[in-house]
């Protein structure tokens, strides 16, 4: 069974300063790996998707990585706003077509 | 935003009575899921199809029963709702999992007396 952990939790940052979220999981066997941002009361809204054979993916200031060997991704995301505060969700999908979820990282950016 | 909705968006219901959650698409995605969120334990898969009367079991399927008669409706039922089903509950679609990205409805909030 997939297990999919996200580190930290929680991440406070003032504006400005870069943000750095980690993801792990434990079988490499995938076939794409997400990542999905939430708004309180609300639904996931996509961000980011790497293909198992992509390396990382980039779109406007959010990078993300993708290490299959090591079970690992890391989300970037360059000069942080107050509008970015939300939780950042991993996803990873395993060849039966389905989406193993983290618990997520909650940012908040002091503004 | 793709279209996706869910109904009812809240529901307060009594131990032991049945519920069913409604998920419409306008999509025409062949591949729909319903998850549930709790604190701590982030996006549960609880059951998906993947065709018209196609459905299979996620990870929390227990007291859960879905159908799909047609294309655009996915349905959750609860046959006896517990405590333990109050939730959040949402309905997420795909055209093709391996390469496309799942698109999530707005969730129904679901509380269980």
């Known amino acids: 069974k997939q297990e999919v952990t996200q580190i930290p939790a929680a991440l406070s940052v003032p504006e400005g300063e870069n943000l750095v979220l980690n993801c792990s999981f434990t079988d490499s066997a995938i076939y794409n790996l997400q990542w999905f941002r939430q708004d309180p009361g609300k639904g996931l809204t996509s961000l980011l998707l790497i293909q198992s054979s992509q390396r990382e993916q980039t779109s406007g200031r959010l990078n993300a990585s993708l290490d299959k060997s090591s079970g690992r991704s890391t989300l970037y995301i360059a000069a942080s706003q107050p509008g970015d505060s939300a939780t950042y969700l991993c996803?990873?999908?395993?060849?039966?077509?389905?989406?193993?979820f983290g618990a997520g990282t909650t940012v908040t950016v002091r503004a | 935003d793709a279209g996706i909705t869910q109904s009812p968006r809240h529901k307060v219901t009594e131990t032991g009575t049945p519920v069913t959650l409604r998920c419409h698409q306008t999509?025409?995605?062949?591949?729909m899921y319903w998850y549930r969120q709790d604190p701590g334990h982030g996006l549960r898969l609880i059951h998906y199809?993947?065709?018209?009367?196609?459905?299979d079991k996620g990870e929390v399927s227990d007291g859960y029963s879905v159908s799909r008669s047609k294309t655009e409706d996915f349905l959750l039922t609860l046959e006896s709702a517990t405590s333990s089903q109050t939730s959040v509950y949402f309905c997420a679609i795909s055209d093709s999992p391996s390469t496309d990205t799942q698109y999530f409805g707005p969730g129904t909030r679901l509380t269980v007396l």
């Open positions: 996803a990873v999908g395993s060849d039966d077509y389905k989406l193993s």
């Open positions: 999509e025409n995605h062949r591949y």
């Open positions: 199809s993947y065709g018209v009367k196609d459905t």
